[in-house]
């Protein structure tokens, strides 16, 4: 069974394989790492053993497995004798949220299925299953969805080490973080504001912050932009201007969003809106 739907800016497609063992040779046109696109495997039958930047991973039902097809050597389907079925998303790198630092912290690694790992495992699953029950206008808001989850799972994996789960400091993070998500639309909000709101100091609010390693204003700007770029995806939004969906989440300088915008990704927010690849 083979079938490809376009999400959006997402492309979605879901294969079933016969016990099969292929090699992947790799081309010159083909180099590691100039791959435009991130690549997301996720199991629904069956397991696959790859050989991937010359070293083997297993990946079965439940988890997910972030690689650059360049990169993939040798694909075994149906490891173990059994058929094989698969969705696999392909992600253009330049609507992630990471730098291409952090970005290759995570290929080649499978995210299990537990946490944020879990979700888009089985939102990709449930997703794959349910396609027949979606219209054309779902596709795109499907795709933002995914996006979303996906720039969850890439910016957990690598992002440092945090502090414990159960730890009131932790807690705190989490505390803040909502407050801010809260508070985006507010062209006034900055660290001091963050600070006051739950009795700290601005020196402590910047350690939080600086253990996961981000600065408090850079952290509020990436989550303006994030929800912008997702307003800017949406069909249902088209008619709203540029200069609306900036001030809507907290950019009170049209010029000033514009600027962050294409130096977040690559791209101005009317092409970007447009479709319109820039070089």
């Not at 149906?78 to 290759?104: K, N, W």
């Not at 932790?170 to 803040?176: D, I």
């Not at 977040?264 to 092409?271: K, L, N, Q």
Request: glycine share 10%; with cysteine; charged share 20%.
């Amino acid at each position: 069974m083979e079938r490809d739907v376009l999400l959006g800016v997402l492309r979605l497609g879901v294969r079933r394989f016969p016990p099969l063992r292929v090699r992947a040779a790799l081309r010159p046109s083909r180099k590691p790492g100039l791959d435009d696109h991130y690549h997301l495997l996720v199991p629904l039958q069956g397991a696959i053993r790859l050989v991937w930047d010359g070293r083997p991973i297993l990946t079965g039902v439940g988890q997910v497995l972030v690689h650059d097809v360049t990169r993939l050597q040798e694909a075994d389907f149906g490891a173990g004798g059994s058929a094989f079925r698969t969705a696999t998303v392909a992600v253009p790198r330049s609507l992630l949220s990471v730098d291409p630092g952090q970005g290759e912290l995570v290929l080649g690694r499978r995210l299990a299925g537990e946490g944020v790992g879990g979700l888009l495992a089985g939102f990709v699953a449930h997703l794959s299953d349910s396609l027949d029950a979606c219209g054309p206008s779902d596709a795109p808001r499907l795709g933002l969805a995914l996006l979303e989850l996906v720039n969850a799972a890439f910016a957990h994996l690598g992002e440092p080490s945090a502090p414990a789960p159960s730890s009131p400091k932790h807690a705190l993070a989490l505390q803040v973080q909502t407050f801010i998500q809260r508070h985006l639309g507010e062209t006034g909000l900055s660290p001091r504001q963050v600070a006051a709101a739950h009795h700290i100091s601005v020196s402590y609010l910047h350690r939080l912050f600086q253990e996961q390693g981000h600065t408090v204003s850079g952290w509020i700007r990436s989550q303006r932009l994030l929800r912008a770029r997702r307003d800017l995806a949406d069909p249902a939004l088209r008619d709203v201007p540029v200069h609306a969906v900036a001030a809507r989440w907290g950019f009170s300088d049209s010029t000033v969003f514009s600027r962050a915008f294409r130096a977040a990704y690559g791209i101005s927010p009317s092409a970007f809106r447009n479709g319109v690849p820039e070089v």
